[in-house]
């Protein structure tokens, strides 16, 4: 099986910019997962879609949005771009079952100038 | 609420070395627990988890980890470390939020260097 993918691997935009991250889960899995990886603060989780329902969000601005489409496909899109949204952003995805194990895809890395 | 802590942000072992990466967890409920470990520039991968069967889980890579409740630990351990260990290793927690497929609860994470 194919595993986590997203896209693009990196990007680079200016403040007050918006951006749009793609990511594809593993087929069959329907839940995917949203985190942001800093240096500073870790890694947090951002949301949660299942279904093409958000189930679950973290302690993020509302400028920090996501959506996910029928084939379980999910975006997550920040507008209002600001130097500390630099990060590594990794999506996971997971299979249907209670906390079921997470499967990471490789990130995109958001450099915000 | 769940959280965890790992205590060491640095860990430098000599190759041929014991490895051990501490993990000590808070949670109200039963844990579901994990440990990945992260290669630079690239995104996580699961080592091994504890889903409440047997206390010692057995991983990837030569790593096992012992579930302790008493203790509310977690530590990860390699008898002998190997110079392509050198990475970052996380601790993870399934937390609990109804309906939820369990969003993971990172520790800090641990920087493994490894000395030939």
């Known amino acids: 099986k194919a595993g986590v993918t997203q896209t693009p691997r990196y990007l680079i935009k200016t403040r007050g910019q918006q951006v749009t991250l793609s990511c594809s889960p593993i087929s069959g899995h329907r839940s995917v997962s949203w985190y942001q990886q800093t240096p500073g603060q870790g890694l947090q989780f951002l949301f949660e879609y299942f279904s093409e329902t958000q189930r679950n969000k973290g302690n993020f601005p509302g400028r920090f949005s996501g959506r996910q489409f029928s084939n379980s496909r999910s975006e997550m899109n920040v507008s209002t771009l600001e130097l500390g949204d630099s990060a590594l952003y990794l999506c996971?995805?997971?299979?249907?079952?209670?906390?079921?194990?997470?499967?990471f895809g490789p990130g995109t890395r958001l450099t915000v100038l | 609420a769940q959280s965890v802590t790992q205590l060491g942000s640095h860990v430098s072992v000599s190759e041929g070395a014991l490895v051990l990466l501490r993990c000590n967890y808070s949670s109200s409920v039963p844990p579901y627990l994990f440990w990945y470990v992260q290669y630079p520039n690239q995104g996580l991968q699961l080592l091994l988890k504890?889903?409440?069967?047997?206390?010692l889980v057995k991983g990837i890579n030569g790593f096992e980890a012992e579930f302790k409740k008493s203790e509310t630990s977690f530590h990860l351990t390699k008898p002998s470390a190997h110079m392509s260990d050198a990475a970052e290793y996380f601790c993870a927690v399934s937390a609990t939020f109804g309906g939820s497929q369990g969003n993971l609860i990172f520790g800090k994470g641990t920087k493994l260097s490894v000395k030939p």
């Open positions: 996971a995805s997971s299979s249907p079952g209670t906390r079921a194990e997470q499967f």
């Open positions: 504890y889903t409440s069967a047997a206390t």
